[in-house]
């Protein structure tokens, strides 16, 4: 639902830069070229980014 703060599989601090990923590939950037030049090179953080589902929208329609 939320990006983790801190990728499940190494630690790294990943968080706080799903805002910059979500905007670049909006304009236009690859996935590839985005996170190349947020630094994510370990391939456990790069998948957090890549499989990542937003489903605030539609888990919200469900509050109670």
Do not use: N
Not at 5 to 19: A, E, N, Q, S, Y
Not at 24 to 53: N, Q, W
């Amino acid at each position: 639902m939320i990006i983790p703060i801190r990728c499940i599989t190494c630690g790294k601090p990943v968080g706080h830069l799903w805002g910059a990923y979500q905007a670049g590939v909006k304009k236009g950037r690859t996935p590839k070229a985005m996170l190349d030049s947020l630094g994510i090179e370990r391939y456990c953080c790069r998948s957090l980014f890549l499989t990542h589902k937003d489903l605030i929208a539609e888990v919200g329609a469900f509050k109670r």
